[in-house]
């Protein structure tokens, strides 16, 4: 699904991305831990195509193939994810009408039929359950006045109507509380599946009590720095991050 290869990134002229190495198979959630600043924002932002940060080095190949010179629309319409990208307020357009301009480009681009608004209104009422959210939020312009719980919550229900292949989502726990938790984690649950792969960044291990990761990494300074099972994000809970550093300092 993913293949990072020596990705090296510069924003700025600063060098924040160091080297980063990762393959992510479909069927796999990965998350991405680390202390603050470490650089994970960034390596998501990066995935998703932002124009904001350069590549000096290294590679992306998603599916089979270099996805550097792809714009972000054409890496969102060749499935992936990133839930940051989303959740601007946009006035005067309605939460509906926002998620199915996105889902008709990825169709188009996959060469299939748009979906009018009444056709559209069936598939994603069928997702609303998913995320727990009211009808009435679809009528809404996009994200404005939502509480930040419910911004969450419409970034999974933009991820369960647009069916992406890779999933990026950056610190989704932030600012929940433990329902929202909840509830956004068994969203993610239900979606993912064996042909998608998601790569969760989060600073807490608390969202990871409800998702089982098959791996984890730890970033540090533009590196990972260490990669292990689920455990080790209890260990990252118990321990914090001091020694993971010391670990990299000393090697
Ligand atoms: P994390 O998500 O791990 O907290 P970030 O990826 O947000 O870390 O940031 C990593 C480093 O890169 C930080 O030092 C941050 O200040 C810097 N950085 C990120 N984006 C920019 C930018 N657009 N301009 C300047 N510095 C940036
Ligand atoms: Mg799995
Ligand atoms: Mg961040």
Redesign the pocket.
């Known amino acids: 699904m993913l293949e990072v290869k020596n990705l090296h990134v510069t ?2 002229d ?1 060098e ?1 991305l160091k080297g980063i190495d990762l393959t992510v198979n479909a069927g796999e959630i990965h998350a991405i831990m ?1 202390p ?8 998501a932002k990066v995935l998703a195509g932002h124009p ?1 940060y350069e590549i000096t080095e290294g590679d992306i190949v998603y599916k089979g193939e270099s996805i550097l010179e792809m714009e972000p629309e054409e890496r969102a319409q060749a499935g992936v994810f990133l839930a940051f990208q989303y959740p601007v307020e946009v006035p005067g357009v309605s939460n509906a009408a926002f998620l199915r301009q996105a889902y008709n480009s990825i169709r188009e681009a996959r060469g299939e039929d748009t979906l009018d608004p009444l056709q559209f209104d069936d598939h994603v009422r069928e997702r609303l359950g998913l995320v727990d959210m009211a009808p009435e939020m679809l009528d809404r312009s996009v994200n404005v006045g939502f509480s930040g719980g419910e911004k969450k919550r419409n970034e999974i229900l933009q991820m369960a109507v647009l069916e992406p292949a890779l999933a990026l989502l950056d610190e989704t726990d932030s600012g929940l509380d433990i329902d929202a938790l909840r509830t956004v984690a068994d969203g993610i649950n239900k979606l993912h599946g064996d042909d998608d792969a998601v790569v969760m ?1 989060t600073h807490y291990q608390r969202l990871l009590n409800y998702i089982t990761p098959d791996v984890v990494h730890v ?1 540090v300074d533009g590196r990972i720095a260490k990669s292990g099972s689920k455990e080790l994000a209890l260990e990252l809970e118990e321990r914090g991050y001091d020694w993971v550093i010391k670990e990299v300092k000393g090697s």
């Open positions: 924003v700025e600063a924040i680390g603050n600043g470490s650089g994970k924002s960034t390596f904001a960044v970033m």
